[in-house]
Each structure stands twice: as structure tokens, then as C-alpha cells.
């Protein structure tokens, strides 16, 4: 079983978790449609940056 051999401070295991953190969704909006959507990701509707690239079929 691994045990640490020595003792880590609340600092130094804090400054190890700064990086931890979840950023958010980057959303953009589509402009021929006005669809928000992920960003660099085709719509819903199968448009990226104003053109259509994708037949959805319903």
C-alpha cells in the first residue's frame, strides 16, 4: 500500500489543486440561423460558420 513518507502541508496540496477547476461551455452563436451552439461544433440544425455542411434527417 503506498503511504507518503512525508507530511504535505495544506499550502503545497493547495497550490497542487489550482488547476482543478472546470471552465465553462465556450457558446457561440450561429449566424444564419441564430442557433447557440458549442463553439468549433455544427448546430442542431447541421450549420457551421453560416453554411450548411450536414443533412439532418427528421
Known amino acids: 500500500m503506498a503511504v507518503p ?7 503545497r496540496r493547495d497550490k497542487r489543486r489550482t488547476h482543478d477547476a472546470l ?4 457558446l457561440a452563436t450561429d449566424p444564419q440561423t441564430n ?3 458549442i463553439r468549433h461544433h ?3 440544425t447541421g450549420y457551421y460558420r453560416g453554411q450548411k455542411v450536414v443533412d ?3
Open 42 to 44: 455544427v448546430t442542431e
Open 56 to 58: 439532418i434527417k427528421e
Open 35 to 37: 442557433e447557440v451552439h
Open 23 to 26: 471552465t465553462a461551455r465556450q
Open 5 to 11: 513518507q512525508n507530511h504535505q502541508s495544506r499550502s
